[in-house]
């Protein structure tokens, strides 16, 4: 019989703020984190807006020692991970080392450390560069960092499956849990912006305000042009329901189902990709053990692409029958779209929204896209017992990746 999952610790380093209850406040209240990125100069180009992490302290979280070798995402994920770990109640000697592993999820991760490492080497006589230099540029290292430090033993993975890396993640460290491979698993994701993935998404054609028109991350709004970049690493507590219960943990909540799919190519018709999106959705249900009368929530991948958001719009409304009565809420438009990072970010919300009864509003919304028939939550924060919500994450590439998140019973 397989083993019940649940949800123990939450960590986050974020745009809106380090740490569950300020980014939850911060949530609610319907702010957002997204600002004139001033780490480097976008002045050539027309779009100047990031969910950039500030006034971010790692040394309160993993002391000073050594922190001056470790880059950026390695501090977030490092710290998110202390966080989460201190959440659950889980210091080092409190639990066997063996079982327990972590599992992140990173699109880029690295990517401009390692570009700049390779840079130096080509540049430089390579007999002169620092060893130092290199000890943070895989994209695995931040997972390394993090399992050497805290003492976890189990397993140490890193996923890196585009935009649903950190989904990936916790979908696979909730089947390692049940399958009982180990008992406890810090799962998640991290991803850092640099100069480097902007001019990736901006000769993709992929941020806001390319065309012209308004920056801003407006999810499902009729004007929408493109997402706005982010960074921020988001980590989850993953544990074994009687191994939770034995210890005492304080539960948030339980992992149900999982499921995804890949589309298999880019150029594929809408129809297809809608079809895709649609079975992952309904995997995770059938996985649950969920009908799709039971969901109280959608926690929607939707990031402000005028197609992808469309795409996602018409497997809800496939899935679930026009006129879809379930609240969807989409968190990137307060955070921006952290790529492989999103996933985890999403989860802690809908944890948050069950242990509250209270579902963040989407901002930056003005105008409703007549093609857009969902029930989505609007102008303020509502009010709502959740029993079962949905989560989504997809790609560009064609992964979707969905789970179903429960109150524990």
């Keep these: 019989m397989k083993k019940r999952v649940v949800v123990t610790g939450l960590g986050v380093v974020s745009p809106m703020g380090c740490g569950k209850e300020g980014f939850w406040n911060n949530l609610i209240a319907g702010k957002s984190g997204i600002a004139p990125m001033s780490a480097f100069d976008l002045s050539p180009y027309t779009c100047k807006l990031g969910g950039v992490v500030r006034d971010f302290k790692p040394e309160i979280y993993l002391g000073s020692k050594g922190l001056k070798y470790l880059n950026k995402g390695t501090r977030f994920l490092g ?241 679930f029958g026009v006129n879809c009565g379930v609240a969807v809420s989409a968190v990137k438009s307060n955070l921006g779209e952290s790529y492989g990072a999103s996933g985890a970010a999403q989860l802690i919300s809908t944890v948050l929204s069950i242990s509250s009864g209270q579902i963040p509003h989407i901002i930056h919304s003005r105008e409703k896209d007549p093609g857009i028939d969902l029930n989505l939550i609007l102008e303020k924060p509502v009010r709502k017992h959740i029993e079962n919500a949905l989560i989504n994450t997809m790609d560009y590439e064609g992964n979707n990746s969905c789970f179903v998140i429960s109150r524990v019973k």
Excluded: W
């Design 79 to 319: 710290s998110a991970s202390k966080m989460a770990l201190d959440d659950a109640r889980l210091a080092q000697g409190s639990f066997q080392p063996e079982q327990m592993g972590i599992i992140i999820g990173s699109s880029l991760g690295n990517f401009s450390e390692t570009t700049d490492y390779f840079y130096e080497i080509i540049r430089d006589n390579p007999s002169e560069l620092s060893p130092m230099l290199s000890y943070d540029v895989a994209l695995n290292s931040s997972t390394n960092y993090v399992s050497v430090i805290f003492g976890i033993k189990g397993l140490a993975r890193t996923i890196s499956s585009g935009f649903t890396s950190s989904a990936d993640a916790i979908g696979d460290a909730f089947r390692m849990i049940q399958r009982d491979v180990v008992k406890v698993i810090v799962a998640g994701g991290v991803e850092q912006v640099s100069m480097d993935l902007y001019l990736i998404f901006y000769l993709r054609g992929l941020l806001s305000g390319l065309d012209g028109a308004r920056e801003t991350s407006a999810p499902f709004d009729k004007a929408r042009n493109g997402f706005i970049m982010a960074e921020g690493s988001y980590v989850v507590i993953l544990e074994e329901l009687e191994h939770a219960l034995h210890r005492g943990a304080h539960i948030y909540a339980e992992v149900r189902g999982f499921g995804n799919t890949f589309t298999g190519a880019k150029n594929h018709p809408a129809d297809i990709c809608v079809h895709r999106a649609e079975r992952a959705m309904h995997e995770a249900l059938i996985n649950a053990g969920v009908e799709k009368e039971g969901i109280d929530l959608i926690s929607a991948n939707a990031n402000g692409c005028r197609l992808q958001d469309a795409i996602e719009a018409k497997a809800i409304q496939s899935l």
